[in-house]
């Protein structure tokens, strides 16, 4: 895999941080590339990840949708069956197993909706070790649950209630932490952001989903998929899918919340309306004022209600390797009320934003083509969300 | 010789230290900017450092935070801080550094922010998430024009702390402890020791200056006293700007600063 020198993608990511953590970074990156190619440690995060989280996820024909639209075949990479609902395990378990080797006591990490923070949770448990997770007020009421599981499974919620109490302030108050705790505290970061080697690092655990993908595909059709399509807040999912496809020849896909709609700054689409910057640590695209005051998010997905990118995608922006596109709350919640009826799966909103933009290029497309969708999360916590959507807008 | 390093040498005359404090601007006000840095004046400060609010101010502890968010409702922009700084010029010839984050610059444009600051009367900048590693397009935009002062901690390298000291201008800010801005936990022997390992490291090529979680005159003898070349005290004058009528803020912080002032003339 290619490393970026500096820990820079072209001008984007790198390392803005507060000195004080420049040691614990450094450490940090030195044993992530001691333990990244050793056999050892390998072959235990494989275990876990077959056993425990259960790898590899199906590529799932979606026969039913494809016909009914009547263009290309449409594959769901069904990230939503692993342990714990998300790809997020996939991440957790490869940190948390370093942070082991690297003898830290104690972790602590940051979560928006809750699902990096139970991944969190329960790769820590399955590891035995114990996590403190950093989530906005906000997030705590709009996900109660995943608070309860958290605590459930052993580890310790901090509301945060500084600035807009949500995935942003989280992180914020969790480089505090560490800022405070440096010397015995592994930050156990949640999507493809933050300072270098955290990007680079979340995505080779995430990759997994592509080269998983591009294995099933040559098994299927002998040949790497014709589209790719995952959602991005943060990256990570997106990330993991498309870095093991870069060099083929696919067309690839990023789907951003466009909330309301691009125009009425409700919205989350850092990449097809932001402006670069620096916030957490890397140079990236931000939601901004002219100020540079970073300005608050909406999505109807609390998983992608994010201002900032992580910065690969930044740079495959640029460099146009990569569309980014985006999905209304509107779009979103017909692809998973489609997706629910038409093939038995209920999506998360953020994997629905990615169906969404699937349903639109197979119209587009011919029967013989290919497109896979990661589907990154199961929807069961968004029920009620959805729910309240429909009573709202009486689609009932 | 720019006004931060004209400053350091005429107390180093004196035998003194330089006392600098921080305060947010418009926090609540600008009025009470205004009357407070009247109040430093009054009562001593050496150089003053202005803080320009920023939505994630990730190296800072609840009271700068809670300033900042305040700041920032209240309505603070730039060109508004520039006025500012005018007219704090017009009344005072003390050095100024402006304290930010790194976003701030960046999204003007490093080499447009930093000579728009310079004419209004800023004199150096402090960019607590502004690694070294990231700082070229910075620094050459700075050069010969402000002062660049970066930031060490207790546990930055020898090596580190020696490339650091090449690219820092004005003085070099030594953070106290592992913590946030505004975390008071007492004065730590190894606070006192990175002093102590800095001065040496740095063979009084540039001044030393201490900050994080500084308070009282107590904790200001004793920084002096471990070798530091200035002490840096920030929330203590938030709180104090927080709790005082507007007609008393001046006087408050006149007397509140010479009392701080005391323990920097040996």
Known sequence: MRYPKNGKFGEFGGKYIPETLVPAIEELEENYLKFKNNKKFKKELDYYLKIYAGRPTPLYYAKNLSEKIGGAKIYLKREDLLHGGAHKINNTLGQALLAKKMNKKRIIAETGAGQHGVATAMACAALGMKAEVYMGYRDTIRQKQNVFRMNMLGCDVHPVKSGSKTLKDAINEAIRDWITNVENTYYLLGSAVGPHPYPVMVRDFQSVIGNEIKSQMKKINNKTPDTVIACVGGGSNAIGTFYPLVDSNSEIIGVEAAGHGLKSKMHSATLSAGSKGVLHGMMTYLLQDKEGQVTETHSISAGLDYPGVGPEHSYFKDSKRVKYHSATDSEVINAFLTLTRMEGIIPALESSHAIAEAIKVARKSK?????????????????????????????? | MTRIKEKFAELNAKNEKALISYVMVGFPNEKSTISAVRGL??????????????????????????????????????????????????????????????????????????????????????????????????????????????????????????????????????????????????????????????????????????GFGVSTPEDVKKYVKAGADAVIVGSAYLKLIDKTPQNQLESKIASFTKNLKKQTII
């Open chain 1, 367 to 396: 029967k013989s083509e290919s497109i896979v969708v990661t589907l990154s999360g199961r929807g069961d916590k968004d029920i009620e969300e959805v729910q309240n959507y429909l009573k709202k807008h009486d689609k009932n």
């Open chain 2, 41 to 210: 004046v009054k009562g001593g400060i050496d150089i003053i450092e202005l803080g320009f609010p920023f939505s994630d101010p990730l190296a800072d502890g609840p009271v700068i935070q809670n300033a900042s968010t305040i700041s920032l409702e209240k309505g603070t922009k730039i060109k508004k801080f520039f006025a500012l700084v005018k007219k704090i010029r017009k009344e005072t010839d003390i050095p100024l550094i402006l304290m930010t984050y790194t976003n701030i610059l960046y999204s003007k444009g490093y080499a447009k922010f930093i000579s728009e600051a310079k004419k209004a009367g800023i004199d150096g900048f402090i960019l607590p998430d502004m690694s070294i590693e990231e700082s070229r397009e910075y620094l050459l935009a700075a050069k010969n024009n402000a002062d660049t002062i970066f930031l060490i901690s207790p546990n930055t390298t020898k090596a580190r702390i020696e490339k650091i000291a090449k690219a820092s201008t004005g003085f070099l800010y030594l953070v106290a402890v592992f913590g946030t801005t505004g975390v008071k936990s007492g004065i730590k022997k190894y606070s006192l020791d990175a002093i102590k390992n800095v001065k040496k490291l740095t063979k009084n090529k540039i001044p030393v200056g201490i």
